[in-house]
């Protein structure tokens, strides 16, 4: 079982910064993708921004050049930099990963694809 704390959500007006942590267990398997994933109530759940243990990133077009993901693997560490945030980035923040013994090929980063997810950290912006 692989479990995911993270911290760092709060309020802030638009224009500000804050970085997310997401503290997890080691993971054991060959390859990986963790990320951060985000939901306002009554939508869905999208992708924010992940990264696989190979460096590979990806973000949402609606974060690209404000949000940097990075990890701290001695310390089982994943933080999300989140700058000139907008109202629109309000919502609840989930860090997940998904674990995996095949190639990296087959390694997924999609939202159904995560096997394990954090209860959330909670961001808000103000116009």
């Known amino acids: 079982q692989v479990h995911l704390a993270e911290s760092g959500g709060g309020s802030v007006q638009a224009g500000g910064s804050l970085n997310l942590s997401c503290t997890h267990s080691t993971f054991t398997s060959v390859n990986y993708c963790v990320g951060w994933f985000r939901q306002v109530p009554g939508k869905e759940r999208e992708g924010v921004a992940t990264?696989?243990?190979?460096?590979?990133?990806t973000y949402a077009d609606s974060v690209k050049g404000r949000f940097t993901i990075s990890q701290d693997t001695a310390k089982n560490t994943l933080y999300l930099q989140m700058n000139t945030l907008e109202p629109g980035d309000t919502a609840m923040y989930y860090c997940?990963?998904?674990?995996?013994?095949?190639?990296?090929?087959?390694?997924?980063?999609?939202?159904?694809?995560?096997?394990?997810w954090g209860e959330g950290t909670s961001v808000t912006v103000s116009s």
């Open positions: 990264i696989k243990n190979d460096g590979t990133t």
């Open positions: 997940a990963a998904h674990l995996s013994n095949l190639a990296m090929h087959w390694v997924r980063c999609d939202n159904n694809g995560m096997h394990y």
